[in-house]
Structures are given as structure tokens and as C-alpha cells.
């Protein structure tokens, strides 16, 4: 059974950073592209990051190029999310996700979620 764990979520001013975890089990974790999606009150899901099951490609939403930082660590099954600079339009429940195949950014090409972490920055 594939599970996926977030942790490394709160509540932070706008300018500071969290960094967010997703611990994997059950699954050959390191073959796997992994993203981080995320969703915010009233608004759809929304693509954050992934990377490449090697780590050696990633892609982000415009909206956070340039502050957050995807990257995994396949010895620990655990990918990680580095936010700085966060914005109050960062607020948002933060979701990891293992990719089935297809497309990073749509949420509906990956088939394992964690339960979510709660992200909120108070301007």
C-alpha cells in the first residue's frame, strides 16, 4: 500500500520560509516523478513543482519560480518542498502527489496523495 506522509507545515509571516516534507512508502519510490500541488479555499488544485524520479529535472508554476525550490532525497523516500519568500497568496493546503504517467502539471495524472499539510502566511 502506497502512502504518502506531508509534514512541515504553519503559520509564518510573509517574507519567511517553511519547508515542507513528503515521506513515501510502498511503493519503488525512487522511479517515480513526484509533485506538489496545492489548494486553497474555494479554488481549484493547483500545480506547485515536480521532479523527475533521478532529480535531475524539475519544473514550477510561474507563480513560484524563483522562491520555492523542489528536490528529493530517494535514499530517505522523501521529496521536499523549500519555500522562501512566501506571499499571503502562498496560504493554501500543500499536497504531494506520485505521478502515474502524462503530464506534471495535471493534477489527474497522478494516482497517490498525501493527506495534505496546511500552509498559512499572515501579511
Known amino acids: 500500500q502506497v502512502q504518502l506522509v506531508e509534514s512541515g507545515g504553519g503559520l509564518v509571516q510573509a517574507g519567511g520560509s517553511l519547508r515542507l516534507s513528503c515521506a513515501a512508502s510502498?511503493?519503488?519510490?525512487?522511479?517515480?516523478?513526484m509533485g506538489w500541488f496545492r489548494q486553497a479555499p474555494g479554488k481549484e488544485r493547483e500545480f506547485v513543482a515536480a521532479?523527475?524520479?533521478?532529480?535531475?529535472?524539475?519544473f514550477y508554476a510561474d507563480s513560484v519560480k524563483g522562491r520555492f525550490t523542489i528536490s528529493r532525497d530517494n535514499a530517505k523516500n522523501t521529496v521536499y518542498l523549500q519555500m522562501n519568500s512566501l506571499k499571503p497568496e502562498d496560504t493554501a493546503v500543500y499536497y504531494c502527489?506520485?505521478?502515474?504517467?502524462?503530464?506534471?502539471?495535471?493534477?489527474?495524472?497522478?494516482?497517490?496523495w498525501g493527506q495534505g499539510t496546511q500552509v498559512t502566511v499572515s501579511s
Open positions: 510502498g511503493r519503488t519510490f525512487s522511479m517515480y516523478t
Open positions: 521532479i523527475r524520479w533521478s532529480g535531475g529535472s524539475t
Open positions: 502527489a506520485s505521478l502515474r504517467s502524462g503530464e506534471w502539471t495535471n493534477a489527474y495524472h497522478y494516482d497517490y
